[in-house]
């Protein structure tokens, strides 16, 4: 076995091990003694904040893209790192003896959605020797050979800036060029995103408004793609609280240059946290606090031999929005470390469009 895997994979079954019940999917409801945790008030500062944050438990960026082949087929893209600390920044600077302490450890997805198959990889490694990590100015996010570059770093009016792609499987890969064209989107209250009634929360934002183009490479052959992409930022220390489950996210975009992004995390009373960030063409943005987004189970779908929701009812009263939000590809289960929904959706009703759609929790 390669040796700068072995502390990723023990991560990854740590984290399994944990009674999600208790402690929110994946443990994210875990109690934050010894880390930071979010506070409301704080301004989000560029471009330090495009980097890493060890003092925090979790944090991830988060890049998906509804893109158009020559072919005429539409096609879905995931790119993901994920950073978790196993230890609070002062018990893990005690323990350390050389760089292979490192307490960080890293994971990355990436994925390739079409109407009729999923091609997903997994990639693990430790934040030691630059085997993965972020970098803030010039941006720079990678693990292993996997890799999302910019070449700004900036403000919140241009992120950080264009990006090039990269990242491949066993029976897949692509190379993507993303031209940013729109200012930054603060979630919640300037960043501060509230995620349960008890007051958990994370530090969130998004750049939505990328232009895409570039090169699939899958089993049939090369395919040339243009569409649209959406990077998300987050990070926290106890995101969920002990009794949420998991959660179901979308980010939409309409043909109008609207976007929405919402969620609703389901709670084991039976209830849902709700959350929604509209976003109008020109990068005004207005939240919305619970109970203001409504999200319903239209069918389920077998998934990986799982019953998930693929077909919703999404609603906003407040902005007109009343929409059927549909997979593409039913089947685009993330059979990885922490198994999850994750694939492109499309958008018939009020509004007309393409989006993404991640479930989680569901067993």
């Known amino acids: 076995m390669n040796v700068r895997l072995i502390p990723a994979i023990l991560m990854a079954l740590m984290w399994m091990s944990q009674p999600v019940a208790a402690q929110g999917y994946g443990g994210l409801g875990t109690k934050a003694e010894g880390y930071d945790v979010p506070q409301r008030g704080t301004q989000l500062q560029f471009p330090r904040d495009h980097g890493a944050h060890p003092g925090y438990r979790i944090e991830w960026w988060y890049l998906t893209a509804n893109l158009q082949g020559e072919d005429g087929r539409q096609y879905g893209v995931q790119w993901t790192l994920f950073r978790s600390a196993l230890q609070p920044p002062q018990q893990a600077k005690r323990g350390a003896t050389s760089d292979w302490h490192s307490t960080q450890l890293w994971m990355g997805h990436a994925a390739i959605t079409t109407p009729d198959s999923h091609h997903v990889a997994e990639s693990l490694a430790r934040g030691a020797y630059g085997l993965a990590g972020v970098q803030a100015?010039?941006?720079?996010?990678?693990?292993?050979?996997?890799?999302?570059?910019?070449?700004?770093?900036?403000?919140?009016?241009?992120?950080?800036?264009?990006?090039?792609?990269?990242?491949?499987?066993?029976?897949?890969?692509?190379r993507l060029a993303l031209s940013s064209d729109g200012p930054l989107i603060f979630h919640?209250?300037?960043?501060?995103?509230?995620?349960?009634?008890?007051?958990?929360a994370s530090y969130y934002y998004s750049q939505p408004f990328y232009q895409v183009q570039g090169q699939l490479e899958l089993p049939s052959g090369s395919v040339s793609v243009t569409g649209n992409a959406w990077l998300d930022r987050e990070w926290s220390s106890q995101p969920l609280s002990e009794d949420q489950q998991g959660w179901d996210w979308v980010s939409l975009s309409f043909d109008d240059g609207s976007k929405l992004m919402g969620f609703q995390l389901r709670q084991s009373d039976g209830n849902n946290f709700t959350s929604a960030t509209w976003i109008q063409s020109d990068g005004q943005t207005t939240a919305y606090a619970n109970n203001k987004l409504k999200m319903t189970e239209i069918s389920r779908s077998n998934?990986?031999?799982?019953?998930?929701?693929?077909?919703?009812?999404?609603?906003?009263?407040?902005?007109g929005v009343d929409v059927t939000v549909q997979a593409l590809n039913k089947d685009a289960w993330m059979e990885t470390s922490f198994p999850y929904w994750e694939g492109p959706v499309n958008i018939k009703g009020s509004h007309a469009g393409v989006g993404y759609l991640e479930m989680t929790g569901y067993q």
């Open 303 to 319: 998934a990986a031999g799982r019953e998930v929701p693929t077909r919703w009812r999404v609603e906003l009263p407040e902005r």
């Open 137 to 174: 100015a010039p941006f720079k996010a990678w693990i292993n050979d996997w890799e999302m570059s910019g070449d700004g770093g900036g403000g919140a009016s241009k992120g950080v800036g264009n990006l090039a792609l990269s990242a491949s499987g066993t029976d897949f890969g692509y």
């Open 188 to 200: 919640g209250d300037q960043g501060y995103s509230v995620k349960s009634a008890s007051g958990q």
